[in-house]
């Protein structure tokens, strides 16, 4: 054991918000995702116990107003609670009036959870800039007493040594005290040797003879920090972040706990009140900001609520109902009072855990029905099997990987008055949009989408979207040449043919971020091609797509409810 004490902090934040994932997951999504805060944060302080070692949790103020119980048990423990920021925002995305409310509302939320003061900051994502000591005096005027916002590594740290040191921040009556992570010099450059990514992504032995040449160099202690999520190795892996981003986020997930062990075992570590000989006192009494009490403002209705079944189809998409249960929850609060929600999830012949894992979100509720395949026949076999178990006229269908966004049904369903039959999701609607799709898939479904509307009755922008709201009574009796993705065009243009009016919605279509798609696009692409040759083709005679048929009951049968 080296009796020489370091420092050790840790990032309190879970794997959806984080920086590889900003541009994809923004902060209105957060509540959807299902939290694996409490069991990495509890594996985090059981490694810390058996070491011996203290730590700061710089902890995300939102986490804390939802998870208080976990940071408290984190201050139980003898550990620092400090803060991240509410949200996870870099300095340069903030005005300082946002940085100073954003600090506010994180600390408020943190105290409110431990019952002590906050005495440290760091800045969620990149450095706070060393060129203006204004953000250093808020945070010190508002009670800080640390800071551990500097990264002091590349080019620009050459000639500014004092920053990669411990040191005093000072001005006019103020002062705190920078911890800044760890840096050596490689060719005249500093280098980042301390924890997280940077331990992680570097080979095990480069990183440990790094840290030797440091510790012989520098009488400064080590400061190593690790995340939370980096100890939850079986973390849903979003796929819509790019190359670059997954293996930031994903790559020696499974190594890092035995290099945490290696570090903890080797060394002593010790918080950074510890270190500064500080200890929090108990936390002021403040009255809650306006922006931390919700304020429900009822939807205007009149009448009883709507009756509405959302039908979901299921194919191997275990990873990603969390997710979906995130959503509907937020749907069903948002729209109380207004709609009376029952929902049908149809698993389509899933070889994972999907079935298992509906019945443990979905299973024990009375306003749910779960429907199996016995094996897989294509979502529009499972949009059609929910459609006919559905308990109420007005029936939903989503994407399992909601890239629609479901809350845009208290919006959809309104549209289906008594003398429409079906509303259409259109993402290539001038008021609608597309968010990290490859335009190469843009141009073949909009150049698809475009045939059809020179020989369809409805000429929208878009046709394809599984997201729509049906009237069950319509739709019951359709019968389809076509069970898998054609399928749901079949759906349109069977309608369309018939006579039945549709109302086109603008909505944004995202690529889905848990889980792969099933699609294979270039197959959809060609079937379309023979499906316009059809209705071309019937055209000059009467057409099959005009009448409705009577079901046959091998389809849609439900197996194996619970």
């Given at each position: 054991m080296n009796e020489r004490q370091h420092i050790l902090s840790v990032n309190l934040e879970d794997y959806f918000q984080v920086a590889p994932m900003r541009q994809?997951?923004?902060?209105?999504?957060?509540?959807?995702?299902?939290?694996?805060?409490?069991?990495?944060?509890?594996?985090?302080?059981?490694?810390?116990d058996r070491h011996g070692a203290t730590a700061t949790f710089f902890t995300i103020g939102w986490l804390a107003e939802r998870c208080p119980d976990l940071v408290a048990e984190i201050a139980r423990r003898g550990h620092d609670v400090a803060s991240k920021g509410y949200l996870h925002r870099r300095f340069d995305q903030m005005t300082p009036d946002e940085?100073?409310?954003?600090?506010?509302?994180?600390?408020?939320?943190?105290?409110?959870?431990?019952?002590?003061?906050?005495?440290?900051?760091?800045?969620?994502?990149?450095?706070?800039?060393?060129?203006?000591?204004?953000?250093?005096?808020?945070?010190?005027?508002?009670?800080?007493?640390?800071d551990s916002s500097v990264r002091p590594f590349g080019p620009r740290f050459m000639l500014r040594q004092a920053w990669r040191d411990i040191r005093e921040v000072q001005g006019d009556g103020w002062s705190l005290t920078e911890i800044p992570l760890s840096s050596d010099r490689f060719m005249g450059v500093p280098v980042p040797v301390t924890g997280g990514n940077y331990m992680r992504q570097m080979p095990h032995a480069?990183?440990?003879?790094?840290?030797?040449?440091?510790?012989?160099?520098?009488?400064?202690?080590?400061?190593?920090?690790?995340?939370?999520?980096?100890?939850?190795?079986?973390?849903?892996?979003?796929?819509?972040?790019?190359?670059?981003?997954?293996?930031?986020?994903?790559?020696?997930?499974?190594?890092?706990?035995?290099?945490?062990?290696?570090?903890?075992?080797?060394?002593?570590?010790?918080?950074i009140s510890e270190h500064l000989g500080l200890e929090a006192g108990a936390a002021v009494v403040r009255a809650k900001a306006p922006e931390q009490v919700e304020v429900k403002v009822a939807a205007k209705q009149t009448g009883p609520a709507r009756k509405v079944t959302i039908v979901t189809p299921c194919f191997?998409?275990?990873?990603?109902?969390?997710?979906?249960?995130?959503?509907?929850?937020?749907?069903?609060?948002?729209?109380e009072g207004v709609f009376d929600f029952s929902y049908v999830?149809?698993?389509?012949?899933?070889?994972?855990?999907?079935?298992?894992?509906?019945?443990?979100?979905?299973?024990?509720?009375?306003n749910v029905q779960l429907i199996r395949h016995a094996q897989n026949r294509g979502i529009a076999a499972a949009t059609m099997t929910g459609i006919r178990a559905a308990r109420d006229e007005i029936v939903c269908g989503i994407d399992c990987d909601c890239s629609f966004d479901p809350h845009e049904l208290a919006r959809m369903v309104p549209l289906l008055t008594p003398d429409v039959d079906?509303?259409?999701?259109?993402?290539?609607?001038?008021?609608?949009?597309?968010?990290?799709?490859?335009?190469?898939?843009?141009?073949?479904?909009?150049?698809?989408?475009?045939?059809?509307?020179?020989?369809?009755?409805?000429?929208?922008s878009s046709y394809t979207a599984c997201f729509r709201v049906y009237r069950r009574s319509k739709m019951a009796?359709?019968?389809?040449?076509?069970?898998?993705?054609?399928?749901?065009?079949?759906?349109?243009?069977?309608?369309?043919?018939?006579?039945?009016?549709?109302?086109?919605?603008?909505?944004?279509?995202?690529?889905?971020?848990?889980?792969?798609?099933?699609?294979?696009?270039?197959?959809?692409?060609?079937?379309?091609?023979?499906?316009?040759?059809?209705?071309?083709?019937?055209?000059?005679?009467?057409?099959?797509?005009?009448?409705?048929?009577?079901?046959?009951?091998?389809?849609?049968?439900?197996?194996?409810?619970?």
């Open positions: 994809i997951i923004p902060h209105r999504y957060w509540p959807r995702f299902d939290l694996r805060i409490e069991k990495s944060t509890l594996a985090a302080l059981d490694l810390l940085f100073r409310d954003d600090f506010l509302r994180s600390r408020n939320a943190i105290e409110d959870a431990t019952g002590k003061a906050v005495l440290g900051y760091r800045i969620a994502e990149g450095s706070l800039p060393v060129d203006d000591l204004a953000p250093f005096e808020m945070l010190a005027r508002e009670g800080v007493r640390f480069l990183h440990d003879n790094r840290l030797r040449a440091y510790l012989s160099r520098r009488d400064q202690p080590w400061h190593l920090y690790f995340h939370v999520w980096e100890l939850d190795a079986d973390q849903p892996r979003v796929s819509a972040t790019t190359r670059l981003g997954r293996i930031r986020q994903y790559r020696n997930l499974d190594g890092m706990r035995e290099r945490l062990e290696d570090s903890l075992s080797r060394f002593t570590f010790r918080s191997n998409e275990e990873e990603t109902l969390p997710y979906l249960a995130g959503n509907l929850a937020s749907v069903e609060k948002s729209s999830f149809v698993d389509d012949g899933s070889r994972d855990g999907t079935w298992a894992k509906l019945n443990e979100l979905f299973g024990r509720r009375e079906m509303v259409q999701a259109s993402p290539y609607h001038a008021e609608g949009g597309v968010t990290n799709v490859p335009g190469w898939r843009l141009a073949l479904s909009k150049g698809v989408c475009a045939i059809y509307r020179r020989i369809l009755n409805h000429a929208f009796g359709m019968r389809l040449d076509d069970e898998g993705f054609m399928g749901i065009m079949e759906i349109f243009v069977r309608l369309d043919q018939s006579g039945a009016r549709i109302v086109e919605f603008p909505a944004v279509l995202e690529s889905r971020l848990l889980g792969t798609s099933k699609m294979k696009v270039l197959r959809v692409i060609r079937n379309h091609l023979g499906l316009i040759y059809r209705i071309l083709r019937e055209r000059r005679g009467p057409s099959s797509f005009a009448g409705e048929a009577t079901p046959d009951a091998s389809h849609g049968a439900p197996y194996g409810r619970p």
